[in-house]
């Protein structure tokens, strides 16, 4: 299927709704749901949902916020308590379950306040690669992924987005800060705010693409491999910014960024399980 074959899917698929909520986070894949439900359906019968949490940059949100706004939606900001859930707060291997089932039932609760038909999200085909617990959630929830449905993947939405004229979307992919923390340990709001300081830190620096991986006090940097050497240049100045958020000692990863790193000290069995 070529990229105009994928686009037309996703139309028809929008026309079987009257009314839309979509969940926005501003990275390109949800914007892309939200400029083809816009229109597909027009402003007014599309909304655009935008969650707030601990677990996410107030940068972050504030940027869908305003993006979504700038597309012309109503944006609905929502917060969720998710350290309120024990699997998540103590870091389980199913907390990303848990995460995108309060999420999803968040959803499902607004779509039935503004009676909408349905629920988008932006997940696509390489969301399937990884490791997800958080597709299952959706597929309870009866939440919709149309850029999965029309089988794209990131260079399909990176194509469109661009023949589309997108641009303002947040290029870097995150996701919860619960992925730069071992499992099985516990997340308090100290030690979150704490590596939020140290990330944002980082990014100000010019490493867009960051994620420090924390080991009780320890602060374990990952840039890619092409970064590292920038990186080790400004140590000094890194050491003592960290030391200062709080961190005892510092250190640089030389394997690099890889995303699910801490995902290595999981089995299949543990991974596949739904239940701690
Ligand atoms: O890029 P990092 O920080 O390593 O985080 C990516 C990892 O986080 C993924 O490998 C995955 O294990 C996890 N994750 C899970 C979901 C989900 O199941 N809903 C979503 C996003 C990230």
């Known amino acids: 299927m ?18 839309v909520l979509v969940a926005f986070s501003g990275g390109i894949d949800s914007t892309l749901v939200l400029k083809l439900a816009v229109d ?4 007014q019968n599309v909304k655009a949902v935008v969650a707030n949490s ?35 707060k103590y870091n389980k291997p199913t907390s990303w379950y848990w995460m995108k089932k309060l999420f999803y039932q968040r959803l499902n609760e607004i779509a039935k306040e503004e009676q909408v038909d349905a629920v988008l999200d932006g997940m696509i085909m390489d969301d399937q690669q990884d490791f997800r ?7 309870e929830e009866g939440a919709i992924s149309l850029l999965q449905a029309a089988d794209f993947y990131k260079s399909d939405v990176r194509n469109l987005a661009t023949q589309l004229g997108l641009k303002n979307w947040n290029k870097v992919a995150s996701c919860s800060v619960s ?24 990014r100000s620096l010019g490493f ?17 491999l092409t970064q590292v ?19 005892q000692f510092v250190t640089v990863d030389l394997q690099g960024f890889k995303s699910g790193r801490m995902n290595d000290q999981l089995s299949n069995e543990v991974k596949n399980a739904l239940v701690d």
């Open 54 to 88: 601990v677990l996410f940059t107030q940068v972050e949100f504030d940027q869908a916020v305003g993006l979504g706004k700038t597309m012309g939606v109503e944006v609905i900001q929502t917060e969720i308590d998710y350290l309120t859930n024990e699997s998540i």
């Open 229 to 247: 050497n920038e990186l080790i240049q400004q140590a000094g100045q890194i050491n003592a910014q960290l030391k200062e958020y709080g961190y």
């Open 179 to 202: 992925s730069r923390f071992p499992y099985n340990t516990e997340l308090t709001v100290v030690a979150i705010e704490r590596l939020k300081q140290a990330e944002a830190f980082l």
């Open 2 to 19: 070529n990229i105009l074959d994928k686009q037309n899917q996703v139309i028809s698929m929008l026309k079987e709704s009257k009314k």
């Open 208 to 224: 867009a693409t960051v994620r420090v991986r924390v080991q009780d006090l320890t602060a374990r940097i990952e840039v890619p």
């Open 40 to 43: 597909t359906l027009g402003t």
């Open 133 to 139: 617990p958080g597709l299952r959630a959706r597929d």
